[in-house]
């Protein structure tokens, strides 16, 4: 949800709510509302979020979960890394199609922090792509 996108991006810019609300020029209690999906910003909003994380919109609302530093070889090697539609099982047992999309969100989370890691892209550095 765009809740915890938002707090993951926060938190990865070593940022406090406040200095983020400073930016949009709205309360700190008002964007941590953004923070807990109790309210959603409006068009304007979600664009000063997106410039300032430094993502695209489509991210934010995890329609595509692909970093703007990203190139054809990551996204092929993503897609190879979770290609396997036959499901994952936990003790047994078939995850149902949530806890598959769920954990899908986890590996691609975990696979660009992996190739960010490995490219040393820093964070100054994705702010300024």
Known sequence: MLGERLKELRKNKAQTQ???AKYLGISRAAYSHF?????????????????YYGVTTDYLLERNNTPQWADKRDTTDLKK???????????????????NEQLRVALTQIFWKRRRAERKISRDTEENL
């Open 18 to 20: 406040e200095q983020v």
């Open 35 to 51: 923070e807990n999906n109790r309210n959603e910003p409006d068009y304007s909003t979600l664009d000063k979020l997106a410039n």
């Open 81 to 99: 890394f979770l290609d396997d539609d036959s499901g994952m099982t936990y003790d047994g047992d078939n995850l149902t199609e949530e806890e």
